[in-house]
């Protein structure tokens, strides 16, 4: 019976946790329902609660405005070939502000970067001098 | 002897066309020098010619700015593993005006986007309808 | 005629080959029938006998068991974005004994370290000198 | 004055959080210094706070042990091709117990599924219903 | 009225545009239609003609016939997993000649590389003196 | 003492299995030394015998040559940023006839077709019926 009452409260538990994420996603971003990501990373919460920490505190308005944010998700998201995630961060960057033509643009620099990276790869490119200079290195604490 | 002259003439032009492209880039970025990139493509004047007006032309600033191009260029690059490219636009983003600050964020941006999207993957998370319905799709062409 | 019967006897050959292969599949793993991936690379004899030797050694028992083999087949495919992969070695895996509380584990193990590997390579970190010192080289033969 | 003071305030807060960060990296690990990742990461603070909260929640025994944690965190980190993440993993792994036998297992399945991924790119292998039905789909909330 | 006027007049010319690139394809190709990837990329006048001058440009015959090229083009989208461009690329194969076996033995490359590559990385190999050596480094120009 | 003698008896094994291959390589490319990427993988000589016999299998001249096989192994390095394969296969490539042209044409395809595949994942673009026609699918066994 103990084990019986401790699986249920388990089961609660993990549900309680899921709905106090969902709603904290609702609020924040004034919507009636969580996506899908969400309804699917919720088979586990501690990866839910995690995820959704993380994915709050690195987009919030900070030294970069959120639609910076959302076209470097986007770029990522590109370069990785992540359909789930190119569909969601793209409409999510239109919603912050993202015009076609600053798709566009967006676009055009994932796709030379793309390509010139493997330019560098290919040619064996070694690092320039002041681009090794110009690199901060580790923190510089006292 | 025609040979001779013709593959000395080819080989003018291939110095030629560096030439030009090279003084371009100088005079473009303001510096002595070009980088290394730009060095190992030489290699193949078509190749050097075609790379350096796609990036000349992509990089412009227009409804993006130039350091949000740079740090679209460090997100993809550094989501490749380019090592060369890593070094070299994070040095042209700190020029263009990238703090510490924005660079951290850049960072917190980039490393969440390749979780997340591993995450999307492994969990199958299908495309929810409000993502498919928010794709312009193809050009709309009267 | 020489011509026809050769075309019939590689068409034969082509045929026994892939019947092998499937029969010694259905064998080992005790199902009736070979999945998707098998039936299409029996398009090349030579490349499906060759991988499925291949899979078959490598995947067997031996210093690691099975289970944790399929994790990091999860693992691999995960990172690649390989929905084919992912959904058939996540069955596998969940056959071989996976539960849903291994697989959030193993899914924030991945969606970790895809985000760590990124800021290594941003923050360009180089490598500290014990684990050097830790890396066996090349082997060590008498 | 007040800038000068709220300044040095900021400095010292960087500091202080570095150095707790530090100090329960060496704790929990029982090393002397933490190794140049995190190092490098404490150019900023919060990155370095969620980073290593989140490394040492996801890296703990629980589900999976941590040998089978470290191995999946190789073959990630071999599969992005990210040196630094190679290095630092094999050694931990190494120090979990991973055997030259183990090592050489999980290479073998870290090449045979990127080898296998790409084949199933490559002949467009439509995933079985079978693999379909396995999936568990959306978290079941009563 | 102006504005309106200088409205059209973008539209048009965003209408022209497209039109002049897609009649080149056509021509080009002697196709009836473009296929959808150009109809994307029409909502960026400035990417389509771009991307279809270096298309044209990079696929021509030159040092290697055409179906090399797209055999390397596939080889690429393969390994990257780009679903469209494996399905494009290797349609444009078949119609340049690639038969079944040619396609068996790319796939066989392909594969072999993505597990080899994999191998290098995870033990650490260090490159050969003789192939630094054999590096033609950057351009000798006189 | 038995345990001694099958100790040692297992090691000349090791070495054994590991000479034969040696031996092998040297006798196939008619070198004098095998390069690194094998000495390390005889540290385990099951992946060792297995990886050179598919090496030696899938790049045996076929349906392409080896100049062709050697630069989809380039083209494949290059995309995936394996320093040490880059080097390796460029130097094979290169020994097998590939001329500086053909480099450059290769890399620009290669730099090509990763730009194009991030594009089409970015503007997300359906798959045309008239290549999903094209797709052979499953091997046709009477």
């Known amino acids: 019976m103990a084990a019986s009452k401790s699986k249920k409260?388990?089961?609660t538990s993990h549900q309680d946790r899921?709905?106090?994420v969902f709603d904290d996603i609702k609020a924040s971003r004034n919507v009636p329902d969580v996506n899908n990501f969400w309804k699917h990373l919720a088979r586990d919460p501690a990866l839910l609660e995690?995820?959704?920490a993380g994915v709050k505190e690195v987009m919030a308005?900070?030294?970069?405005?959120?639609?910076?944010k959302e076209m470097i998700y986007v770029a990522v998201s590109v370069?990785?070939?992540?359909?789930?995630?190119i569909a969601s961060h793209s409409a999510s960057a239109r919603k912050a502000g993202m015009t076609e033509a600053m798709f566009g643009e967006l676009m055009a620099v994932v796709g030379m970067a793309n390509e010139t990276n493997r330019l560098a790869n290919g040619y064996r490119v070694?690092?320039?001098e002041m681009f090794e200079k110009a690199d901060p290195g580790p923190a510089k604490l006292p």
Do not use: E, F, M, S
């Not at 370069?79 to 995630?85: A, D, L, P, R, V």
């Open 79 to 85: 370069t990785n070939g992540c359909g789930y995630c």
């Open 126 to 128: 070694p690092i320039d």
């Open 18 to 20: 899921v709905k106090a």
């Open 50 to 52: 995690r995820t959704w």
């Open 61 to 68: 308005p900070g030294a970069l405005d959120p639609l910076v």
């Open 9 to 11: 409260t388990a089961a």
